[in-house]
């Protein structure tokens, strides 16, 4: 399409007003300002992946003294270096900011999410906040990927220690650790791997929690199983290394098979929904292959893991991690998450509600604060994404159909996009170097953004109504409000009204949808604020009902490396915002073709020059054809209380994941002389797994 600038020069030899003008009452590109300078972040200690961890059998092992006195001597466990793989990982002294840690102690979080259950395989919601960071693993791992160096730039090894391609790159073969156990002591291996393939991520009447589907791996990607401890990959594509980002966090995190696969309707009489409910919150000592053990829920009070006696990752001298014992998660409101966290009563809290960072620096600057602040890069940013689907895709009533017939209409979306004044937006959230013109598309800042291929439109109610007018959208009836045009079906004549879903549980959410409602006003659009929580927000999302929302940017837009499939329509169920509708295809507009080619070319391209290229091409079709309306862009701060050491510097609140992952929380303790007694369940180990069964002291 036209990138739509005009000549400056001829509206001042004309002796008009741009923002006046008829004549010139068009969509304008402009130079996008640079992001304001903001001393407080800081850098990371950038390292090799072999800096970080090996997996190595070591001469001897150690745990918790009063693990070794309650529960070995008395023969209720097997000794810790029976409880370990051939192989565990192992993380070097040289690369923990603090050295070897020590046992004991506690870290409080405190979070706004609510617990659906443990059945993360079947979509169910743990609470967010990191409670399932803590309790699952993948088969690969990217949150410290943030201290990666560049030109290293790869997923970590975890479930899976090692792989190798083939040398024609369609197949991948993978070794999983060998003698690894879940947390009930029962063997994790290929098959796990491939219950969670099979019967989860295959079949379509089940949705794992984050994944995209199989079409996450590549369209027509197979896995096999080639003996207990190893699994192969077949891939359409040659060198698809991309899937290996999938494969972390959210996409490939196996459940216990040994527990679901009875529960599946696959090999029960259960339906789906009592498959994915099997596990509610109260079913405690959930088998597990993270650091921690889900052994007591409370509704609207705590939740509260403890430390897993199998876990399979050790430090140098040989001590099984984690080093702290226990984890708590008070459920109250992600605000509430802030405050307690710079008050002193929760330890760890990612700042993200621009609104709090004024005065949480205030109070983190005074000596005697118990916490510190960190910030990061500016990796949030938010966007106005559009539902394109006009084939089905939740079942849309005519005014749906009519509003989506807009948002893939360019005009519409251009009007959109010129109504919104982001600096005013940003400053609106919080006064400071903070917040940054955000266009939409990849991030400043991150490796593969260019600016020069970044088109965007600044802010011009008189071009965006006029846009308006080219879409065929005029207010008929003189009630200040354009109006479908006649032949829309169902709704011709009537106002254009628009709902924009915003998760209810986050302030910043919450004032950019009424924000955004400001701007639509002022150009004649009525936009009406549907306020969902967080437990409603994924399934509602999901189901696709809803016109326009308020989307907080995943992880590719920010490394583009990780969920890269996510950055267009690449299979049915790939994209937040454009899915396959009832006759199971997506109808992909023509310059989302182009993106869907540019995407599908970058993962399977190995040249690094090649790959940055495309990145441009990406980033031009993105803003250039408004694919998402950008709004704003702002750094994370990670508050942490000060007794706990560590913790890396430079770790963003969220890049290739989330904070809990990013700062190696089972590396994390405190010393022994700042250490308090807040445990709630001391010297605890998980029970055994069912409902209300919870810790075990003896």
Not at 243 to 259: D, I, N, R, S, V
Request: hydrophobic residues 40%.
């Amino acid at each position: 399409m036209s990138n739509r600038k005009f000549a400056l020069a001829g509206a001042l030899l004309l002796g008009v007003s741009i923002l006046t003008s008829q004549a010139f009452a068009q969509v304008a590109t402009a130079d996008l300002p640079d992001p304001p300078k903001f001393d407080a972040q800081q850098a990371p200690n950038f390292v090799s992946i072999s800096d970080i961890m090996e997996y190595k059998a070591l001469p001897e092992y150690h745990e918790p003294q009063w693990v070794t006195d309650q529960f070995v001597k008395t023969g209720k466990l097997p000794a810790v270096k029976d409880r370990l793989p051939k192989e565990p990982l192992v993380y070097k002294t040289a690369n923990e900011p603090d050295g070897t840690g020590v046992y004991g102690d506690v870290m409080r979080h405190v979070i706004g999410g609510r617990p659906q259950g443990w059945n993360y395989a079947a979509g169910q919601i743990q609470g967010w906040g990191g409670v399932d960071i803590g309790m699952f693993e993948c088969l690969t791992r990217t949150g410290p990927l943030f201290e990666i160096k560049a030109d290293q730039l790869e997923p970590m090894p975890n479930l899976a220690k090692s792989w190798e391609w083939s040398a024609d790159g369609h197949e991948l073969t993978m070794h999983l650790i060998e003698g690894a156990k879940w947390s009930d002591g029962v063997a994790f291996n290929a098959d796990d791997v491939m219950f969670y393939w099979d019967d989860n991520i295959k079949d379509p009447n089940v949705k794992p929690l984050n994944s995209g589907g199989p079409d996450s791996f590549g369209v027509g990607t197979t896995l096999t199983k080639v003996d207990d401890y190893t699994v192969k990959w077949t891939f359409k594509e040659a060198f698809p290394k991309q899937y290996l980002y999938t494969m972390a966090y959210g996409g490939f995190c196996p459940l216990p098979a040994h527990l679901l696969k009875p529960q599946h309707p696959k090999y029960s009489k259960n339906t789906y929904e009592q498959y994915q409910n099997a596990f509610p919150p109260n079913f405690l000592n959930f088998p597990v292959m993270g650091a921690w053990v889900p052994v007591e829920y409370r509704p609207d009070d705590i939740i509260v893991l403890r430390r897993n006696p199998y876990y399979w990752r050790v430090d140098e001298a040989g001590n099984q991690l984690p080093y702290l014992d226990e984890m708590t998660y008070k459920l109250s409101t992600w605000a509430d998450r802030d405050v307690q966290a710079v008050a002193g009563t929760g330890d760890f809290s990612n700042l993200e509600q621009a609104e709090s960072y004024v005065e949480a620096l205030k109070r983190s600057a005074d000596a005697s604060a118990p916490a510190r602040l960190a910030f990061g890069a500016r990796t949030i940013g938010y966007s106005i994404t559009m539902n394109y689907s006009a084939n089905g895709w939740g079942e849309p009533d005519d005014r749906a159909a009519a509003v989506r017939n807009l948002n893939r209409n360019e005009d519409f979306r251009l009007a959109v996009t010129s109504a919104i004044d982001r600096q005013h937006l940003g400053d609106s959230l919080v006064k400071g170097p903070f917040t940054a013109i955000y266009p939409g598309g990849l991030y400043a800042g991150t490796a593969f953004y260019d600016k020069a291929s970044t088109v965007f439109y600044p802010f011009n109610v008189d071009a965006a109504k006029a846009e308006l007018e080219k879409a065929g959208l005029k207010d008929t009836d003189g009630n200040g409000i354009v109006n479908f045009p006649a032949d829309a079906k169902g709704v011709g004549g009537q106002d254009v009204s628009i709902t924009i879903l915003a998760n209810s549980d986050y302030q910043t959410d919450k004032n950019l949808a009424e924000a955004v409602v400001a701007s639509m006003e002022a150009i004649g659009v009525r936009v009406i604020v549907d306020l969902v929580s967080g437990a409603n927000m994924t399934a509602t999302q999901n189901s696709g009902k809803w016109d326009w929302q308020i989307t907080r940017n995943g992880s590719e837009l920010i490394s583009v490396v990780q969920n890269t499939g996510s950055l267009a329509p690449t299979g049915p169920q790939t994209s937040g915002f454009h899915r396959a509708g009832t006759d199971g295809t997506v109808d992909l507009l023509p310059f989302e073709k182009d993106l869907v080619d540019t995407v599908n070319a970058f993962i399977s391209e190995q040249d690094s020059a090649k790959r940055v290229e495309l990145m441009k091409k990406y980033q031009k079709l993105y803003t250039e054809n408004v694919y998402a309306v950008g709004l704003t862009q702002y750094p994370g701060a990670l508050i942490i209380n000060k007794r706990f050491a560590n913790i890396p510097a430079g770790a963003p609140i969220f890049m290739f994941n989330w904070a809990e992952d990013n700062i190696i929380r089972e590396r994390v303790y405190v010393p022994t002389d700042k250490q308090k007694s807040l445990e709630l369940h001391p010297k605890t180990i998980p029970g055994a797994p069912g409902i209300g069964n919870g810790p075990v002291s003896d």
